[in-house]
């Protein structure tokens, strides 16, 4: 809806949030860094460029009638010996566009590091508020689960999670549900970061004034760590969450490309990078090299914003 079916007083009070918000100390920031502004509009791009990808791409990577095997392994920018077509970055072994298919496989990747840190979101901050206010226990059993689970790299333990699952699915339908599988794994190895910093906040906020006048009027402890603990224990997991988005990515890329993540037919960064790779001694270089380059742009920019958020949200550099 824009600001011309919106009733004049809601009109202006949106344009005040927003004044306020870019004249805040994070706005502030924001603006004072180069390499924020720079890491956004990277980020920002990307994830247009992939949810956009039908309109940008010029050939659907899903669609076999739109590929033809003669122009497979066609160098970027130079026409095919047999065909006479050009592709931006050339095409691979099955004459895909490689410039589609990064555009396509952006989509699977953002989609499964978005989702498994969703996921790991609600659960870490789920067990976190509950280790932090119950305490006894509850606390001991949770926080004891984590710290075992942090002698093990979170990898490891997405592959363990994604063969267990895997092995537990019937044949027919391993392909189809592998993208969620991934996502489980992925949010499964990555939720403990996100508890231990909830159940720390959670210690802190519980003995406060306000914690304990919610108690005398009868407030439920759900409802108390709901409505009055979680919304001011957010801002260091939005931190985590950013920097966990571009580890969820590399995460993702990392199991497609061993064989353990999204089915080779999906082109997902890492199965593009597991497809290139067998090329690259051959001469096909270019196979490899852009959805790598790709995959390291946009881990990199997610990265830095993460860097740059927590730099702005922490008091005492302020």
Sequence with gaps: MTDTHLPPAETARARSRLAMAWDSDVGWSF????VAMISAFVTIALILAAVLAPLFAPHDPFNPATLNLMNGFTAPGTPNAFTGDSFLLGTDDQGRDVFSTILYGMRISLFVGFSAVAFAMVL????GLLAGYVGGWTETIIMRIADVQLTFPAILVAMLIFGVAKGITPIEYRDEVAIWVL????????WVQFARVVRG?????????????A????????????????????????????I?????????????????????????LGTLISIGQGFLFSGEWWILFFPACTLLILALAVNLLGDWLRDALNPRLR
């Design 201 to 213: 906040a959670t210690l802190v906020e519980k003995h406060k004034e306000y914690v304990q006048a």
């Design 244 to 268: 966990s988005l571009a580890l969820a990515i590399i995460a993702e890329a990392t199991l497609s490309f061993l064989g353990v993540g999204a089915p080779p037919t999906t082109p997902s």
């Design 31 to 34: 603006r004072r860094s180069p």
């Design 183 to 190: 996502i489980i794994a992925i949010g499964l190895s990555d």
């Design 215 to 242: 108690r005398l009027i009868g407030r439920s402890p759900l409802a108390i760590m709901l409505r009055h603990i979680l919304p001011n224990v957010l801002s260091p997991v939005l931190v985590i969450a950013t």
């Design 124 to 127: 870490g901050i789920s067990l």
